[in-house]
């Protein structure tokens, strides 16, 4: 009597991945698309954009690199108050 197999994730390069792996990877993906949100702003998703916006104001931080994460701040704000229709004063 042969029990089925339970449907999951496909193994990928015929080998399953470790779940630190995976977790792993997944960190890196988000990572990635929180540093490349303001080239996309139309496409990313909120959460990405929130993301990215927190990775600027951190980077506000840094005197050679502020004002340039400030304006990209205020593009992704931007972003995202039109996105949910929220009116700034």
């Known amino acids: 009597m042969d ?16 779940a630190k792996q995976r977790a792993a990877a997944y960190r890196a993906r988000q990572y990635e698309n929180a540093s490349m949100a303001h080239e996309n702003l139309n496409s990313a998703t909120t959460p990405v954009l929130l993301a990215g916006l927190a990775r600027q104001l ?5 005197a050679g690199h502020a004002d340039t994460a400030k304006d ?4 992704i704000i931007k972003e995202l108050c039109s996105r949910h229709k929220i009116t700034l004063p």
């Open 3 to 18: 029990i089925p197999k339970k449907p999951g994730r496909p193994a990928k390069l015929g080998q399953a991945m470790p």
């Open 58 to 62: 951190k980077a506000t931080s840094d």
């Open 72 to 75: 990209i701040a205020g593009r």
